[in-house]
C-alpha cells in the first residue's frame, strides 16, 4: 500500500516493511476534521486519495484559509527530525471524501533519516509546504483586496471558475460582497468578462498591475 504513494518509490523494501507494521487506513467523510491546531500528534499523515483544507481560527472565531492539499499529499508539517512529537500550526479538515494513511512518527523519522531518497522527498515536500505558507502571508499581508483577486484570475483562473463566489471569497479571505465590487470593477474596465457562467480573462497581462506594482 505504501508503495502506490510516490513518496515511497524506490525506498529499500525492508524499511518500507518496516513502516508498514505502523500503517493505519481510515476513511473520512467530507467536514470531518483530521487534526485541530492546538493538537500534539505522534503520527504522519499522507492523504491516499481526497482533499483537506488547512485553516487557522483568529481570535473573533473567523476562520483563515490557508490552502488546500490533494491526492498523495503529506498533511503533517513535521518541523524537525529530533522530535517525537509535532505541535500542529493549522486545522485540517476534509472536503471530500478521503482515506488517509498514518504512520508512527519515530518510525518514520527513524527510516527517513536513513535513506537519501526519502529524505529528499521529505524535504521537498516541506519546502512546498513552506511556499504555500509564505503565499498566503503575503497576501494576506502586502496585498488588498483587489490585488488578490486579480491574482488569482491571473494564477489560478481553472480554480477560480470551478468554485462558488462563496468559496472563492473564503479562500482569499474576503467578504463575498467586496469580491462581488472587485468583479464589476474589472468587467468596467473590460480586463474581464462573464460567459457561459465562466469568467474569461480578456487583459491577462493588465491583471499584474494590481498585484506586481508597489511589490
Do not use: W
Given at each position: 500500500?505504501?508503495?502506490?504513494?510516490?513518496?515511497?518509490k524506490?525506498?529499500?523494501?525492508?524499511?518500507?516493511?518496516?513502516?508498514?507494521?505502523?500503517?493505519?487506513?481510515?476513511?473520512?467523510?467530507?467536514?470531518d476534521?483530521?487534526?485541530?491546531?492546538?493538537?500534539?500528534?505522534?503520527r504522519?499523515?499522507f492523504?491516499?486519495?481526497?482533499?483537506?483544507?488547512?485553516?487557522?481560527?483568529?481570535?473573533?472565531?473567523n476562520?483563515?484559509?490557508?490552502?488546500t492539499l490533494?491526492?498523495?499529499?503529506?498533511?503533517t508539517?513535521?518541523?524537525?527530525?529530533e522530535?517525537?512529537?509535532?505541535?500542529?500550526?493549522?486545522?485540517?479538515?476534509?472536503?471530500?471524501?478521503?482515506?488517509?494513511?498514518?504512520l508512527?512518527?519515530?518510525t518514520?523519522?527513524?527510516?527517513v533519516?536513513?535513506?537519501?531518497?526519502?529524505?529528499?522527498?521529505?524535504?521537498?515536500?516541506?519546502?512546498?509546504?513552506k511556499?504555500?505558507v509564505?503565499?498566503?502571508?503575503n497576501?494576506?499581508m502586502?496585498?488588498?483586496?483587489?490585488a488578490?483577486?486579480?491574482?488569482?484570475?491571473?494564477?489560478h483562473?481553472?480554480?477560480?471558475?470551478?468554485?462558488?463566489?462563496?468559496?472563492?471569497?473564503?479562500?482569499?479571505?474576503?467578504?463575498p460582497?467586496?469580491?462581488?465590487?472587485v468583479?464589476?470593477?474589472?468587467?468596467?474596465?473590460g480586463?474581464i468578462?462573464?460567459?457561459?457562467h465562466k469568467?474569461v480573462v480578456?487583459?491577462?497581462e493588465e491583471?499584474?498591475r494590481?498585484?506586481?506594482e508597489g511589490?
Amino acid at each position: 500500500m505504501l508503495q502506490t504513494l510516490d513518496f515511497f518509490k524506490g525506498c529499500d523494501p525492508l524499511k518500507l516493511s518496516l513502516l508498514s507494521t505502523t500503517a493505519k487506513i481510515k476513511p473520512y467523510e467530507a467536514s470531518d476534521v483530521l487534526v485541530y491546531e492546538d493538537d500534539d500528534i505522534n503520527r504522519v499523515y499522507f492523504l491516499l486519495e481526497g482533499e483537506v483544507k488547512l485553516y487557522k481560527v483568529d481570535r473573533f472565531d473567523n476562520e483563515v484559509f490557508l490552502y488546500t492539499l490533494k491526492d498523495q499529499d503529506l498533511l503533517t508539517n513535521i518541523g524537525s527530525l529530533e522530535c517525537d512529537r509535532i505541535s500542529c500550526f493549522s486545522n485540517v479538515e476534509f472536503l471530500a471524501p478521503s482515506r488517509v494513511v498514518s504512520l508512527d512518527l519515530k518510525t518514520f523519522k527513524e527510516v527517513v533519516k536513513t535513506d537519501i531518497s526519502l529524505l529528499i522527498n521529505l524535504l521537498n515536500l516541506l519546502a512546498n509546504q513552506k511556499q504555500m505558507v509564505d503565499c498566503m502571508v503575503n497576501m494576506g499581508m502586502v496585498y488588498d483586496v483587489t490585488a488578490k483577486v486579480a491574482k488569482m484570475l491571473y494564477d489560478h483562473l481553472d480554480l477560480y471558475n470551478s468554485l462558488k463566489k462563496q468559496e472563492i471569497s473564503y479562500r482569499l479571505n474576503i467578504q463575498p460582497a467586496t469580491l462581488s465590487r472587485v468583479l464589476a470593477k474589472f468587467i468596467r474596465k473590460g480586463l474581464i468578462a462573464e460567459e457561459d457562467h465562466k469568467t474569461v480573462v480578456l487583459e491577462r497581462e493588465e491583471l499584474t498591475r494590481y498585484f506586481k506594482e508597489g511589490l
